[in-house]
């Protein structure tokens, strides 16, 4: 899977919901890349894979309202509609 961006950049994540308050995302754990970590201010998107299938989904959340912590290559976020999420990156 391979996105162009005008950075040049991409990341391949795997994206895990900690807690939230809806039924928007049917996974846990969602595997894919984003052109971008998650930002104060802004939505957190990735691209993935769909199971069994050669299509792909879009994945974003609302905007991140605060970074919990960022330690190497994970980093917690809540969002401002009170969902926490995590991302591994490389």
Not at 9 to 22: A, E, G, R
Not at 37 to 43: C, E, F, I, V, W
Request: proline residues 4%.
């Amino acid at each position: 899977m391979e996105l162009i961006t005008d950075q040049g950049l991409d990341y391949k994540v795997i994206f895990k919901k900690i807690k939230n308050n809806h039924d928007k995302l049917c996974d846990n754990i969602v595997e894919g890349t984003s052109q971008n970590l998650p930002t104060a201010g802004q939505p957190f998107f990735l691209i993935a894979p769909l199971r069994n299938s050669t299509s792909f989904r879009y994945v974003t959340t609302s905007p991140v309202k605060e970074i919990v912590f960022h330690i190497k290559s994970k980093i917690r976020f809540k969002t401002e509609r009170g969902s926490t999420y995590e991302v591994l990156y490389r």
